[in-house]
């Protein structure tokens, strides 16, 4: 099962849209499936507000776990990596949605919730390589 298919397949058992997307990536964190699960459970929902995108929170998420060289590594961890890896997730994602904010692509029908979550974990692949 490739990561896309893993991400729905969340998805349709109850994960919200940053949870779906956060724990297809798992195998590449130092956390488990449920520490990310717990982790990103108020990230869904546009944060419960329909504010930015559940599976665009899990994109920037992962942004930082993946740059951020932690706490013991302080002042050596480069927060602008983390800022910039962030940005060109967000932009992707936006250049393909039009937005990044729940309650104007759900409103607008500019994307459904499996096609965010889709186009998330598309975009984490193709620029974590």
Not at 41 to 57: D, K, L, R
Not at 82 to 110: D, P, Q, T, W
Request: charged content about 30%.
């Amino acid at each position: 099962m490739n990561r896309v298919e893993k991400a729905l397949q969340n998805h349709h058992n109850c994960y919200n849209c940053a949870q779906a997307v956060l724990c297809a990536f798992a195998d590449i964190t130092d956390y488990t499936e449920d520490q990310l699960f717990r982790l990103s459970e108020a990230f869904g929902f546009g944060m419960g507000t329909q504010g930015t995108c559940g599976a665009v929170s899990a994109m920037v998420f992962l942004a930082g776990l993946q740059e951020s060289a932690g706490v013991d590594k302080i002042p050596e961890t480069n927060k602008k990596e983390s800022y910039e890896f962030a940005r060109e997730l967000i932009e992707a994602f936006e250049a393909k949605n039009k937005s990044v904010i729940c309650k104007e692509i759900k409103g607008e029908n500019l994307r459904s919730c499996d096609g965010c979550i889709e186009d998330a974990v598309k975009i984490l692949e193709e620029k974590l390589k």
